[in-house]
């Protein structure tokens, strides 16, 4: 079974300030996702990585995979309070492996 | 299109009682999931689905059971509920995952499940 560690587990933060997340396993992924979910409701896909050392950037916020894929970061500038939620990694081998989550609180 | 949806959004039981969660999706998915949620641990996969009739364990199958006899439904069985078995429970779909595909997952809204 491939594990997923997330950190930090919890983090609040002002609005404004830049913050970055991480997903660390000691298994190799094809691929990698990230999800957030909302309270109520289940996961929704943000992005999905592939190559090692690819970077992506959805609007503020920035997705790495990390050379040897298996890691991942995701880093948010001028955190918004929209931005809270848990975000969730999620690993691909044969079936898909979820990350521990980090609840990520932005402060008005 | 509704996509995944999930019957009953809340339920409480008590321990030994048995239950039906139903999940369906009108995306015409091959593949379909039942995911348990426990704070700190992110999701766990019990069960999943590569076609209608077909079913296989994943990382957290005992004490649950689950069927597949129409494509667009899948089902997760507890015959006799513990308290253990608390948990907020998700249904998800997706095509046939390929090595070049996004292999997005798509969720229902999850079942809050309590065994007392």
């Known amino acids: 079974t491939q594990l997923l560690e997330q950190s930090p587990q919890f983090l609040s933060i002002q609005e404004g300030e830049n913050l970055t997340v991480y997903c660390n396993s000691s298994s190799v992924f094809s691929s990698l996702q990230w999800y957030r979910q909302e309270p109520g409701e289940g996961p929704v896909l943000l992005v999905t990585?592939?190559?090692?050392?690819e970077v992506k950037k959805l609007k503020r916020l920035t997705f790495q995979f990390g050379d040897a894929r298996k890691d991942s970061s995701l880093h948010i500038t001028a955190a918004q309070p929209g931005d809270t939620g848990l975000y969730l990694c999620?690993?691909?081998?044969?079936?898909?492996?979820f990350g521990t989550g980090t609840r990520l609180t932005i402060i008005p | 299109n509704a996509g995944v949806t999930q019957t009953p959004k809340f339920r409480v039981l008590k321990t030994g009682q048995s239950m039906t969660l139903l999940c369906a999706q009108d995306?015409?998915?091959?593949?379909m999931y039942w995911y348990r949620q426990d704070p700190g641990m992110g999701l766990r996969l019990i069960h999943y689905?590569?076609?209608?009739?077909?079913?296989a364990k994943g990382e957290v199958p005992d004490g649950y059971n689950v069927s597949r006899l129409k494509k667009q439904n899948f089902l997760l069985g507890l015959e006799s509920a513990a308290p253990s078995q608390t948990s907020v429970y998700f249904c998800a779909s997706n095509l046939k995952p390929d090595f070049l595909s996004l292999n997005e997952q798509f969720f229902g809204p999850g079942t809050r499940l309590t065994v007392l």
């Open positions: 999620a690993g691909q081998v044969e079936k898909l492996t």
């Open positions: 990585v592939v190559t090692g050392g």
């Open positions: 689905s590569v076609g209608e009739g077909t079913t």
């Open positions: 995306m015409n998915h091959e593949y």
